[in-house]
DNA sequence: CGCTAAGTTGAGAGATGTCAAATATAGTGG
DNA sequence: CCACTATATTTGACATCTCTCAACTTAGCG
């Protein structure tokens, strides 16, 4: 890893990063047991009474708003994120400024797995509108997985998922026209607002064509035209970042089944 | 995940796959402690006591022949592989055949460890050269880290670094010109070659320009040419898979320090 | 009501892909 | 040992996709 770690920061969000987000507890302690999101976050899959060893845990529940940054590529790695509301991106910085988003993260979702490598966050992690996050302190999670199998099996679990999503991306960025990446990406966003509860079929975007494009690996016009034409072929009706995908069966025909 | 399980291989390889190397102990047990790939490898970071744990698991070496596949793409996941000598490739394939290459492993890296999330490999993997593995049962990685701190740290921390190699991938997909992407495979596979105890700067590429292609998101054509200019401007000297660096500081600067 | 940023769209440029041919290499069988 | 075949690699010419640059529209905000 030669990235730089001072490498300049180049946030494409408006609002400026007015202070860093601390993962110190700020806010109350939370229980994950009462958690909604317990089921696709870290508790998931384990039992009721192993999940009251993460509410001994000083899990602090804390707001972040649009546009803060959670950590840095290159801070010391403390704290382990949970998303319990909101979304964030991630994003990798290389020394000459080049900016590649890596990430989306909706709630339940795990953040900073990769600064446990090193002890070092090695990409950037930045809220994307009003949110709220747990704070879980990586020391306890690794001191208590040591007695406690089940959570041991479920941040194993958690991160070879996250090398599996990664697998996909680089499918994604190594093998797909520019169609069939913004098809797949909302498919996925789909499926996930899905498994949120909410309609699969018509969300709102919370990142701009800017950040889609660097997730996908193209120019942001390449973005706007590409939802252009699946519009005009019938498949999705877009307004803004408002998408409604009208249909479904076409785009995942055309060019789903193919990521995540 | 939506890649299809079943989806036809396609291997790259002339030999064909005459059996499925099984991952089960055909070989002598072997211990950790007296490996030289030691300090790379899983008991990177333990102490030697601990190592006393792994060489006590049936971990069991052998070798594998060039063009025999490890695991596939959908396979039950019962064991990680650590590479003791030679070189694998590991890659996705989606439901309409296409393949990618997601990486290339040597001496001491771990391999598998995708499966781990869903207790099925995402991936598949096959070797490029005659080779020697080791398999490691994960069942008892598993339970023996749920009493070794040292064991779980080092487990974990391989999959991190999983992840961040990954991460380093992505930038490189999805922000990376072709001359760039050429030189930071080189700059890796060199570095990589350094630890392992050759010359960074002189080394045989075991994969084909069509693999290399498909790791780094190109065409084999795209490849060659680059190889061939990076020759004409006195970086290198390619002679067929042979590679010597003439000109390591010129190709650091041009294209380094961005990648792994 | 103007300002700013986000998004859309068009025209042309440039990088990489596609197709094809030539060369080199290794393995095979006579 | 040698011709033969299959494969890998290189190179050229051309096509195509995505990028670049630029103008314009729209939405949000003070």
């Not at 403390?78 to 509301?85: E, G, N, T």
């Not at 990586?138 to 194993?156: D, F, H, M, N, R």
């Not at 309609?199 to 390449?222: D, N, W």
Request: glycine letters at 8%.
């Amino acid at each position: 890893m030669s990235i730089a770690f001072e490498a300049p920061i180049h946030p494409i969000r408006i609002i400026p990063v007015v202070s860093r987000a601390e993962g110190v507890p700020s806010a109350s302690a939370v229980g994950c047991s009462t958690c909604s999101s317990r089921k696709l976050c870290l508790p998931g899959g384990i039992s009721e009474a192993e999940i009251e060893l993460l509410d001994r845990m000083a899990i602090a529940r804390r707001r972040v708003r649009a546009g803060e940054t959670l950590y840095r590529q290159g801070d010391r790695f403390q704290y382990l994120y949970a998303v319990r509301s909101g979304t964030f991106k991630s994003s990798i910085t290389l020394a000459d400024g080049r900016e590649q988003v890596s990430g989306f993260h909706m709630a339940g979702e795990l953040m900073g797995l990769d600064g446990i490598a090193s002890g070092h966050h090695a990409s950037c992690c930045i809220s994307l509108e009003d949110t709220e996050i747990c704070s879980i302190p990586y020391g306890p999670v690794s001191t208590i997985s040591a007695t406690s199998a089940a959570l041991q099996t479920a941040v194993t679990r958690l991160m070879s998922r996250e090398i599996v999503r990664e697998h996909s991306l680089m499918m994604l960025l190594g093998s797909m026209s520019a169609e069939e990446r913004v098809a797949a990406f909302l498919l996925n966003i789909s499926q996930r607002m899905n498994a949120r509860g909410y309609s699969p079929h018509e969300f709102h975007l919370r990142m701009s064509r800017a950040e889609i494009g660097s997730y996908l690996g193209m120019k942001l016009e390449t973005v706007s035209r590409t939802l252009s034409a699946f519009q005009q072929q019938g498949l999705l009706a877009v307004d803004r970042r408002h998408i409604r995908i009208t249909n479904f069966d076409a785009l995942e025909r055309g060019f789903g089944s193919r990521f995540q």
